[in-house]
Each structure stands twice: as structure tokens, then as C-alpha cells.
């Protein structure tokens, strides 16, 4: 009532949904503050997310607890927990990290526990790259004209992640390129509009601003998207595992593997990371190298067969 009396009145308050069941000085206390800072509210959507999913994760167990009572021995405790997960383990270091250092910054403590402590070696390179036979099998189940053969087309040949994927449309077009603004990023990529990629469009309707839709006639979400396509993956027969960001890493694989350079890569695929995309041009170097390595030694006769004949 004391809120509604002084919004009637025309003074404007902010509610913190919760606020009168957080204990100050709490780690709910403090992610509550956390959610309404600038750095949190200018990331992107998908990242908001993101760190909401750890942090909210973090919360569940721990919300209650005093965030001056965390210590560096806590921490390494809990991400020694994780220690067959490794990138759980870092996540958690990082969501730990963001929000200690925050906490000084607040002053619900003077010092910043998780310095010094170092990430997890984590051998695990990520979602696993489609291979071209895996590719070549989705293809031969899915024929053209169904929605499971655009979802592989546009992944494929565009390299962009699922969250730009489903929101590609005839909007996107212009000018001989499909031009979007990454959602995860901000990064803006054009994609010129040729070949396969032309063909592929050219066979959609002008009807509906996604080019992907469900069953139902509607936008996918992303999540929904996912799990669709891991449908699809699996009405093909192919092991789990695949997944579109896997097609994502497979689309750069192919640029490398035609002799592009790392920069060439990272303006189809919005890359910001150069030392990332450069893996995939080392290893396409590293099968050149090998197959001319190779092929320099393909002519040598073993001594005992040296003055043979051939039949």
C-alpha cells in the first residue's frame, strides 16, 4: 500500500521483486544489486542469460549465505567438486569472479577471494565439428524442400550461430548480401548471397519474416530450435552429440580447408577472437603440409624391390 500511495502520487520507486525476503549483506543481497548495474543490463540479451543461468545456479544453494564469509579455500572446495567437469568448474570460477568483484566494489567486503585462482585445464575442445560424412548422411535423409534440409543449409553455408539462425529473414536481404547483427555479439556480418547459398534462398517464399518456422506456422525460440534439430539429427540416424553450433565450427573448417586466411574466416563467421579462428587454418595447413610431405617420399622403391620388374 505505502508503494501504490506513492505511485498514485506521482513519485516514481523501484521495486525489487523479492527485496523484503533477501538478508543484507547475502548473496542474494547482492545479485539482486548485481541485476540492476549498467554492465549487467548493456550485455547482450544472450548473455544476460547466460550469466543469469550460472549465477541464479550459484544462488539456489548459497543465496542466503554472507558474501563477506566467502573465502579462497570455499572456492577452491567447490570448484574441487567440479574437477570431472572442467568447464563447469570454470564457469563457476567465473560467475564467482564477476560477482566477488563486484562485492568490493559494493563494499560487502574489502577483499576479492577469487584472485590467484586459476582455471581448470579443461582438454574438452568444445561442441563436437560435424564431419563431412556426418553431413553428407543428414543430406541423403533430408531431401530438399523440407524444413530439417533448410536448418543444415543455412547453418552450413551462413556459419552463424542457432540464436541469429532463427531469426534470419527476407529483412536480412539487401543488396546482394544477407547482412545481420549478431546477437551474442553485436558484430555485423555480410554475407554475400551466391551459389549454393543463392540457390537456397531463392527457393523460399517471401511470406513470413523468419525463414525457419515450426510446424505450427511460428518463429523458433532458441532452446526450441535445438531441440528440433537434435530430432532431426537423430531421424538420420547420427549419433548425439551433434549439434548446430557443431555445424558452425564445420562451416569454417570447409573455408580453411579451401586455402581462406583467418581474417577471410572471421568476416563470414563474426569471429572476434583471432587466435580462435586461426586453429582451423593450422590444421588445414597441417593436411596440405602432410599430404606434400607425403607425396615427396611416394616415389622411393624399398632396396629389396630396387631392378625388379614390372608385370
Not at 565439428?129 to 530438399?144: G, L, N, R, S
Request: hydrophobic share 40%; aromatic share 8%.
Amino acid at each position: 500500500m505505502e508503494v501504490y500511495t506513492k505511485a498514485i502520487s506521482g513519485e516514481r520507486q523501484i521495486v525489487e521483486i523479492g527485496r523484503s525476503r533477501t538478508i543484507p549483506g547475502s548473496f542474494s543481497d547482492l545479485i539482486v544489486k548485481y541485476y540492476q548495474t549498467p554492465e549487467f543490463n548493456n550485455l547482450a540479451p544472450i548473455t544476460q542469460r547466460t550469466y543469469r543461468n550460472d549465477i541464479e545456479r550459484f544462488r539456489a544453494q548459497h543465496g542466503d549465505k554472507p558474501v563477506a564469509g566467502l573465502t579462497t579455500d570455499h572456492i577452491e572446495k567447490l570448484i574441487a567438486e567440479k574437477a570431472d567437469r572442467p568447464a563447469a568448474a570454470n564457469r563457476l570460477r567465473k560467475t564467482l569472479k564477476i560477482l566477488m568483484s563486484f562485492a568490493v566494489k559494493k563494499r560487502f567486503r574489502a577483499d576479492n577471494p577469487t584472485v590467484g585462482i586459476k582455471k581448470l585445464r579443461d582438454r574438452s575442445t568444445g561442441f563436437r565439428t560435424w564431419t563431412e560424412d556426418e553431413i553428407a548422411i543428414y543430406y541423403t535423409k533430408h531431401p530438399k524442400g523440407t524444413r530439417a534440409r533448410l536448418a543444415m543449409d543455412l547453418l552450413l553455408l551462413t556459419a552463424q550461430r542457432r540464436s541469429d539462425i532463427v531469426r534470419m529473414g527476407w529483412q536480412h536481404v539487401r543488396g546482394g548480401f544477407l547482412t545481420i547483427r549478431q546477437s551474442k555479439t553485436g558484430t555485423e556480418v555480410a554475407i554475400p548471397v551466391v551459389g549454393r547459398f543463392a540457390e537456397v534462398l531463392g527457393a523460399l517464399k517471401r511470406e513470413n519474416l523468419a525463414f525457419l518456422m515450426t510446424a505450427q506456422g511460428k518463429p523458433f525460440t532458441e532452446a526450441g530450435f535445438t531441440n528440433w534439430f537434435h530430432d532431426m539429427v537423430k531421424g538420420a540416424g547420427l549419433p548425439t552429440g551433434l549439434s548446430p553450433h557443431g555445424l558452425r565450427k564445420a562451416a569454417c573448417v570447409r573455408l580453411a580447408d579451401a586455402g581462406r586466411s583467418a581474417t577471410d574466416i572471421m568476416s563470414i563467421s563474426g569471429h572476434r577472437n583471432l587466435a580462435e579462428v586461426q586453429t582451423y587454418v593450422e590444421a588445414a595447413n597441417r593436411k596440405t603440409a602432410a599430404h606434400s610431405a607425403m607425396e615427396s617420399i611416394a616415389h622411393l622403391i624399398p632396396e629389396d624391390e630396387k631392378g625388379t620388374k614390372t608385370v
